[in-house]
Structure formats: structure tokens, C-alpha cells
């Protein structure tokens, strides 16, 4: 297990690199694409623009970046799984959710409502996000586990996350907002339910 942990976090790792060469080279070449332009882009046009030299990604780069405006507009996807009261938090219940991989784990929240907020990921977090996507990938191999809104268990994230062994629960209603940075919680994806382990910290 800490073999394939450390080999997905170096490829992962490398494929970053790539991107984010990509995007400098595509930047100083056309300042008006951006700087994150290659990731917009697929493998095999990362490719053809690196390899063949074509250049001309502009308008793909724009389609794509208003594709995930859009997107990030449209409102949160209605839950059809039960939610539990509000006042879980006092009565000690757990917090139901959807199995995304299996597994238990305990650990400290660590929230992530923008993607800046990765960078000071601490090892071994449990980590709550809006959706457990493929842009987690980088990072699955240093959290105990991860507690999503939304998301299911063929999403990339959970997928990958369930050939690490890292246990996932998607379908939280509401999760970036019932969880505080700091406070412990128990993960217990078997069951898709999150229990509170302990005070606020």
C-alpha cells in the first residue's frame, strides 16, 4: 500500500509538472490564454502542443474555462438521501451520507471550499470538499479520508481513492458548512456515516 501511495503521488506529481510547464511555455507565447491554460486541456492536446508544436489552443482554452463558469453556477444538485437534523452536532448522532470507498478512519477536518486552500493541506487530515473529483488526485495519498457533498462511487476521485485504500463518504449534505477546521471525526465509509470523535479544537 505505501508503495502504490508513494508511485500515484509521484506520477501525479509529474503530471503537474507538465501541466504547469506547459502552461508557462503556452503563456509566454500568448500571454492572453492565462497561465493555467493547460489545465484545460487533454493529455493528447498537451501533446500535440508540446511535441508537433501546435500552438493555436486559444479558443479551446476559452471554450472550456466558460464551459466550467457555467458550471460552477448551476445550483447544487437536489439530495434524494435522507439528511439528519440539525441539531446532530448536540445529540451526538451520526451524520449520514453515501458509500464512495470503504474503509474507517479518524482524524482532524480539514475544509477545502477553493482550490488554493489544498496548498496548506496538513498530512493525515480528514479532508471535507464540495465534490471528490479527479482534482483531488494529487493529494489523496496524504489524507486518512474524505467526506464530499456531492460525487458518487464511480466519480474519479472516489475511484482512485478506493484503489488507495483512502475511505470516502459522498452525498453529505451541507458538509463544508456542519464541519469546523480542527474538530476530530470518525469516517466510517462501510457504513457512509461520519461521527463526531471528540470537542471542537
Known sequence: REGLFSDTARAVGVIREIAVDASRRLSMRERAVGADAAFYLTIDELHAMLA?????????????RTELTYLSQLPPAVSRFYARPTSERTLGLPISGVWGSGGAAEGRVFRVDQGARLEQLPRGAVLVVKACDVGLCAVLPAVRAVISEQGGMLSHGAMLASALGVPVVVGVPNALGRFSDGERVRVDADNAEITRAGPDV
Request: no cysteine.
Open 52 to 64: 508537433r508544436g501546435q500552438w493555436d489552443v486559444r479558443a479551446q482554452v476559452e471554450a472550456r
